[in-house]
């Protein structure tokens, strides 16, 4: 929203800002998956987004048969053929429990990319936590708002672009070290 914009929608200015974290979170889920998951597109026709806040629409299995419900998940049609998952946590949510408890079963969904998205500001306990209890996070990403809306910022290069640039002996040393 541009300031010659903003003046003339009112409504826009006028929304109240989210009275607790489950808003938030429910808001923020909203728009990062419109943001950077809206499939398909015209370069991937086949991939579907499904965002299982405030109602689970496709939980995935993992490999014990659990059903696991990331916020974010994006399938290859047909067959739903899990492609990524996604957790978006509120500043609160950015713990060792958490981690245990939902970043890493969904991180050892198999073929598929694991992305995290924290506030801004919690990016390196995120990561410190992550590396600490060995949860491979394909991508780690930080959230706010700002006045145009959602601002997303990657914090960090898939693990697979870091190893290829690496020499052969340092791949084998970070083999297993999430990213």
């Not at 370069?43 to 939980?59: A, G, I």
């Not at 490999?63 to 899990?82: A, F, H, M, R």
């Not at 598929?112 to 990403?141: D, E, Q, S």
Request: charged share 25%.
């Amino acid at each position: 929203m541009t300031i010659d914009t903003r003046w003339m929608d009112v409504d826009k200015m006028l929304q109240p800002a989210p009275k607790s974290g489950e808003e938030l979170h429910l808001q923020a889920v909203q728009d990062i998956a419109q943001a950077r998951y809206e499939f398909p597109t015209t370069e991937f026709p086949s991939l579907r987004t499904f965002v299982n806040v405030p109602e689970v629409t496709l939980p995935v299995t993992d490999t014990e048969g659990n059903e696991l419900v990331p916020d974010i998940v994006v399938v290859d049609t047909p067959g739903n053929i899990l492609r990524i998952s996604a957790r978006v946590e509120v500043g609160e949510g950015v713990n060792e429990e958490n981690a245990e408890k939902l970043w890493l079963p969904f991180a050892k969904l198999p073929d598929a990319a694991f992305y995290l998205y924290v506030p801004v500001g919690y990016g390196a306990a995120a990561k410190k936590i992550c590396n600490k209890l060995n949860v491979p996070v394909y991508g780690y990403r930080t959230w706010r708002y700002v006045p145009q809306g959602i601002e997303i910022n990657e914090i960090s290069e898939p693990p697979e672009i870091i190893h290829k640039l690496m020499p052969p002996f340092a791949r084998k040393l970070m083999r297993g070290i999430p990213g």
